[in-house]
């Protein structure tokens, strides 16, 4: 996988930002398996940061099934205590049915490690395609100005 990020409005507390990424996805047991995708997310302050909500739009070229997608997702993030966020995400593809996760994130040490669990599952489906997960995030001081 190759990336780049940037943003090109910052998010500032009760206002709004956005960014742009772009990449590259290679699956080496498919023939013509390199997957090319980009995004633009925008995201929204409410309530001096206690509420934040999050939309991206986007392109995916499909290497091996040579098809192209649009791409979209809807999320939030809602603080309960000064540790703990509430996170609800939809997101899909302009064909099939959408996904949705819903989830806590607890951070353990501010700003610096965070605690994540999720449930999630593609939109009428029930049961079949359901995930639980569990993460550990660390986060590392800026290492680029």
Same mark, same amino acid.
């Given at each position: 996988?190759?990336?780049?990020?940037?943003?090109? $409005?910052?998010?500032?507390? @009760?206002? =709004?930002?956005?960014?742009?990424?772009?990449?590259?996805?290679?699956?080496? #047991?498919?023939? &013509?398996?390199?997957? +090319?995708? &980009?995004?633009?997310?925008?995201?929204?302050?409410?309530?001096?940061?206690? &509420?934040?909500?999050?939309?991206?739009?986007?392109?995916?070229? /499909?290497?091996?099934?040579?098809?192209?997608?649009?791409? +979209?997702?809807?999320?939030?993030?809602? %603080?309960?205590?000064?540790?703990?966020?509430?996170?609800? /995400?939809?997101?899909? %593809? @302009?064909?099939? $049915?959408? =996904?949705? #996760?819903?989830?806590?994130?607890?951070?353990?040490?501010?700003?610096?490690? #965070?605690?994540?669990?999720?449930?999630? @599952?593609? @939109?009428?489906?029930?049961? $079949? /395609?359901? +995930?639980?997960?569990?993460?550990?995030?660390?986060?590392?001081? &800026?290492?680029?100005?």
């Amino acid at each position: 996988m190759l990336q780049g990020k940037t943003v090109l $409005r910052p998010l500032q507390t @009760n206002g =709004w930002g956005l960014g742009l990424a772009a990449g590259t996805v290679g699956h080496p #047991q498919a023939a &013509a398996g390199r997957d +090319w995708y &980009a995004y633009a997310p925008v995201s929204f302050s409410l309530h001096d940061d206690a &509420a934040l909500v999050h939309a991206n739009i986007g392109w995916l070229r /499909e290497g091996s099934a040579r098809r192209e997608r649009l791409t +979209w997702g809807l999320g939030t993030e809602v %603080q309960l205590t000064s540790n703990t966020w509430l996170i609800a /995400e939809t997101f899909g %593809q @302009n064909q099939g $049915r959408a =996904w949705h #996760q819903l989830g806590l994130r607890h951070w353990l040490v501010a700003d610096r490690v #965070q605690l994540d669990a999720t449930y999630g @599952n593609r @939109n009428g489906t029930q049961t $079949r /395609e359901r +995930w639980f997960s569990i993460g550990l995030r660390l986060l590392t001081p &800026a290492f680029l100005p």
